[in-house]
């Protein structure tokens, strides 16, 4: 286990800004961390400390057990395994149990919001549709940017998103994030990613295997597998979701059960601290990130791929409050333009409908 100190991490910029005003910096679960400025490249904060103020809740008493599910293979999940090596859930006085969820998200949704399971964490494009349905499961916290990426051949004249019309695409999953954000990227520049794409589906392991055998032109694929098949250089990326406006947008979230958040709202704050406090510490120290998830990584990824991925994620973006709602909202708007989401929603309403803000005082 870690040796690091009892605070959590906190921009070192933030301290000294508040010393200059002359106050007392308050504790980051008071605001949610993603209030405060971006950490400065170059700082280790995995030892530095923070006091509590007399107003800082925290939970007392023997340790809140809870459940928390996970794809144990996706690296978007490293968070959670730091929080657990790093003590992160411990500091919050929780006891999480990890379970490695390997069924649909309807099914993972149903888990949460029937006290199966307490908090998962997932891609907002794989769930927003289920929560449509209305599972009593909020949207708490954003996690990071980044995952999704498009491939072809590095000899192909596809060299963009929009090559995709006419042609046949790998792809895993018929109803994932990862067909449905580069739909919507289609849509945008007026191609109908319904009639005008032909998407096939495959195991996701069997992708890049699909196009270089003929039966596909380019594929979709999610990290770390996307990593793993660019490697060779054999294939270049076209598109991922940190173009755009979607670098500053998180593409992972952490859900967690209603009826917690009704009923035990310090445990659903101190939960959803936790990993958001784990994310920043990701951002902060991708060697030790990467060691934490290395016993779960797929056997085709090192230590130095998965590195890579967290740099090359955004762990430092983690939204939670309003500035979470407006994303959940463009992506339900997104998602409405492909007819996903039915065009009739009002999506502000949906999006004050699947977030909760545990942070609020």
């Keep these: 286990m870690s040796n690091q100190k009892k605070g959590r991490p906190i921009s070192r910029r933030s301290v000294l800004l508040g010393a200059a005003a002359g106050v007392v910096a308050a504790p980051v679960g008071a605001f949610g961390i993603q209030a405060f400025p971006t950490v400065p490249v170059g700082y280790d904060l995995s030892d ?32 959670v395994p730091v929080a657990v090596d790093y003590e992160f859930f411990r500091k919050q006085n929780l006891d999480v149990e990890l379970v490695n969820f390997s069924g649909s998200t309807d099914q993972l949704l149903e888990a949460i919001a029937t006290g199966k399971s307490d908090v998962g964490v997932g891609m907002a494009l794989r769930w927003l549709k289920p929560l449509e349905q209305g599972f009593d ?27 995709l019309k006419g042609k046949v695409v790998a792809i895993d999953d018929q109803a994932g994030p990862g067909k449905n954000f580069f739909s919507i990227q289609l849509a945008k520049a007026g191609i109908d990613p319904a009639t005008e794409v032909d998407w096939k589906q495959y195991p996701g392991n069997l992708v890049r295997l699909a196009v270089e055998k003929g039966e596909a032109q380019a594929a979709l694929a999610s990290d770390p597998l996307a990593h793993a098949f660019l490697k060779d250089g054999e294939f270049k990326e076209i598109g991922s979701n940190l173009d755009g406006i979607y670098r500053n947008v998180s593409c992972c979230i952490v859900g967690v059960r209603g009826s917690l958040i009704r009923d035990e709202p310090l445990v659903a704050r ?14 902060n120290n991708p060697e030790k990130a990467a060691m934490s998830f290395l016993p779960y990584a797929p056997k085709i990824v090192t230590e130095e791929d998965i590195r890579a991925l967290i740099k090359y994620h955004t762990h430092d973006h983690h939204p939670v409050g309003p500035q979470l709602k407006s994303e959940l909202k463009l992506y339900a708007d997104d998602l409405k333009a492909v007819s996903v989401i039915k065009r009739s929603t009002d999506t502000t309403k949906f999006a004050d409908k699947i977030y909760a803000d545990v942070f609020r005082a």
């Design 48 to 79: 530095f400390p923070i006091c509590r103020t007399s107003g800082d809740a925290v939970l007392t008493g023997a340790p809140r057990k809870l459940k928390l599910s996970w794809n144990a293979n996706s690296v978007c999940s490293v968070q």
């Design 270 to 283: 101190a939960v959803t601290q936790a990993l958001l406090d784990a994310a920043e510490f990701s951002s």
């Design 137 to 163: 499961v909020k949207i708490v916290a954003g996690t990071h940017g980044g995952c999704l990426r498009a491939i072809a051949p590095t000899n192909s004249e596809i060299s963009k998103v929009t090559d």
